[in-house]
């Protein structure tokens, strides 16, 4: 019962990962960017993470997210620093460029996700969001247990 109960929440999942996705490409796109060079974007602001870093942090290969940041900096929208921490690992930091089309993407973020919020309590959001970690939570560690 939980199994199908749980089978369900996972196909609601992805097909919401889809269309979150879909939405993030049409609110990178004035700012000619796309959902994925946005979350490397919002990433580098922070300044002290390797490419390595970002891809954990985001769930992605770190091939991929190598080569999305690669053609940021060819753009001038990144820039890579040295990493006190490790000599080969360079840190990903947001450019000038990058820090004023991140900006255009997050305020017409913040208007989409106003208006779909206010759909829902907090409360519910609330919820959803910690169930959802629970999920995660339980597929790092089944992950990590594997090797």
Do not use: C
Not at 67 to 90: C, F, M, S, T, W
Not at 97 to 111: K, T
Request: charged share 20%.
């Amino acid at each position: 019962m939980e199994g199908n109960a749980f089978s369900a929440f996972a196909i609601t999942a992805l097909r919401l990962a889809g269309h979150l996705t879909a939405a993030g490409d049409q609110l990178a796109k004035p700012a000619g960017q796309t959902s994925a060079r946005w979350q490397v974007l919002a990433a580098a602001r922070r300044g002290d993470m390797s490419v390595a870093q970002i891809a954990r942090a985001l769930g992605l290969a770190r091939q991929g997210v190598q080569r999305l940041a690669d053609v940021l900096e060819g753009e001038g929208l990144i820039a890579y620093a040295d990493n006190p921490q490790h000599q080969r690992a360079k840190l990903v930091q947001l450019t000038a460029d990058g820090a004023a089309r991140l900006g255009v993407i997050e305020v017409a973020q913040a208007g989409w996700a106003d208006g779909l919020g206010a759909a829902f309590t907090a409360t519910e959001l609330d919820t959803a969001r910690a169930v959802m970690a629970r999920v995660m939570e339980m597929l790092e560690a089944e992950e990590a247990s594997r090797g």
